[in-house]
């Protein structure tokens, strides 16, 4: 009877919710601290001058029929999703909270 009290007491404690923590987990700042610098090189100056000379070179060579269309598609849609990852990320954890 024991055993059985003692398995229930921990099934419950698994169907419990779990709560998020409210702090960042010990020993996480070196790792946000790269992360930020990874979004911050990713998304600087520097990359956004590259990205608008990309579009443009792109977009010339598709218009003068030395680029393929699909090709130049990819690159402009891969573009996109680099430069709006912060709004997907954002779309997605508010339609997961909202389950």
């Known amino acids: 009877m024991k055993k059985l009290l003692s398995f229930t007491a921990l099934a419950a404690a698994a ?3 779990a709560h998020a923590q409210s702090a960042d987990p010990a020993g996480s ?11 911050g ?6 990359a956004t001058t ?7 070179v792109i977009g010339y060579l598709m218009l ?12 402009l ?6 430069f709006g990852a912060v709004t997907i990320v ?7 909270q909202g389950l």
């Open 15 to 17: 169907a419990a919710p």
């Open 29 to 39: 700042s070196p790792l946000i601290a790269a992360l930020n610098w990874v979004q």
């Open 41 to 46: 090189t990713l998304l600087g100056n520097l």
């Open 50 to 56: 590259a990205a608008v000379i990309a579009i443009a």
């Open 64 to 75: 003068t029929g030395r680029f393929d269309w699909r090709r130049g598609i990819v690159v």
């Open 77 to 82: 849609v891969g573009i996109f999703i680099i």
């Open 90 to 96: 954002g779309g997605i954890r508010g339609l997961a």
